[in-house]
Each structure stands twice: as structure tokens, then as C-alpha cells.
């Protein structure tokens, strides 16, 4: 398969880089290499869309400063290149993340087991750790959990992990619902049902909790949803967003009926931990 390469000089480099590995990975890029000044991004040449690069958030912000260079590639080796640099990930010392390769290690609560075809919810990423670390605190033993967003599908086995009922992992990309699918085999997970769609859940059965690390303006449109498919008294948990869009998350949250129960910040990113309330607000 023809591979087109997109190298991308951003400044100042934090936080923007991130934010546009956040970016591309929903426009269908599947392989990421940092530089010193920004990062190197490939896709599969037939996905490839020039007009995608300028509606970038990034290309549009005031502080930042964007600009890139576009090549063709024949061939890339993703597995080869993911394990020449994939190195283990641990969360408050319970939650390791490896590879296959890697062998376990003694004193871990949850040894998870993953075989990435993408760069972006291996564990590694300051939002994943937020969402790891606020499953760990809440209990979510016996419930109907989502995870919206799947990727990897890190954050589900998680959550059969720590006692889920029941685990709906959605992706909108047929490459990462494969991945999930198959890191929800190397984990032994019976309670895992790995689905392609999106982000509307208003028909979906209600969830206890719902896991959605995915970027900003994904997240508000699909607020209202999200919160219609929740029980009452059910938590939902928002990552992949910057400290500096909490206002608007917040906005979008209360709009929606949700408090805000938690609230963390890994360096320029954000989490939100939200629950729909037992009653429901006076009209």
C-alpha cells in the first residue's frame, strides 16, 4: 500500500503537537513520528486530503504557527517501527501497558497487552493516563460500560478488568474496531463487544458509565446524546481536549444535565469526570 508522509513544523511545539496527533488520527493517519520541531504523519495515500491540512484546528489558531511538507512513501513497516520504539507504560503503579514482546512484571494490579496499529491511546497519551486513572478511583463493578472512541481499546479492557458487566467499545475506524477486537482476544476479555459507528448513542441501552477520549468539538456535539444514553446517577468521563477549551466543555456538560464530578490536568490537557443526577432538573 502507497503511503503519503505529511511533515509538520508547529511553534510553539507544546501543546500544539499533541493536538494535532489528536487531529489526524481522526482524519485516518495511522503512524506518527515526533521531530524536534513537530511530527512526521503518514496515511494510507487514498485517504490522503491536501484541503483537509488547512481546516486543521491548529492552522487556524492564533498562537501557533503551522506549515508542512507533503511526500509519497511506497511501503512502511507500521509493526516494525512501532516496536523499535514502544516502551511499557505505567499508571499509579496498577495499570501496565505493554507490548506482546515484553515480558510482565511482579506487584501490577492490571498487565494489559496491546499490539497498536496507531499512536494515540496505547496509554502513553497524557488523556489516556487522566482516563485510566479516574476509572481506577470510581467503581464501575456490575455495570453496562461504553467506550466511545475505542481505538486500541485500552480503555475497555480496563473496564472488564475492573469488574464491567458488560463493555461496548465503538470506532468509527475499521482498522482500530480490527485492533480492538484483536488486543480484546490477547486479554482473554469475554465481556468485550467491539462495534464501527459513531458518536450517536440516543438509541443505545443505558450505560452506567461512558469512556469518550476523543478531541473537543466531537465531544460537544455529541453531549446530548451521550448524556440521554446514561442511567441516572451514571458517570460519564471526557478526555482529549486543553485546559484552555474547559469553558466550553463545562458549557456543553451543564447544557446537557451533567454535573462536573472530577476534574484533572496532565500538563496542557484536561479531563472531566461528569454524572447525570438521580432526578432530573425542574423545567
Known sequence: MAYTVVDFLVAPVEP???LLLVELV?????GFEETPGGLKAYIPTALFHRADLDRLRVAREPHASLSHTVGKL???NWNAQWES???PVEVDGRVRVRAEFHAPVDGVEHDIVITPRMAFGTGHHATTRMMVRSMLQYPIQGQRVCDLGCGTGVLAILAERLGAAEVTAIDHDPVAVENAR??????HCQRITVEKGGTALRDAPGYGTILANIERNTLINAMPGMAEALLAGGHLLLSGFL???LPQMLDAMSNAGLVRVQQLEDGEWAFLRTAKPQTARPA
Open 74 to 76: 511506497p511501503e512502511v
Open 16 to 18: 500544539w503537537r499533541d
Open 26 to 30: 481522526e482524519l485516518g493517519y495511522e
Open 85 to 87: 520504539g514502544f516502551q
Open 243 to 245: 485546559r484552555e477549551d
Open 182 to 187: 484483536y488486543n480484546a482476544q490477547v486479554n
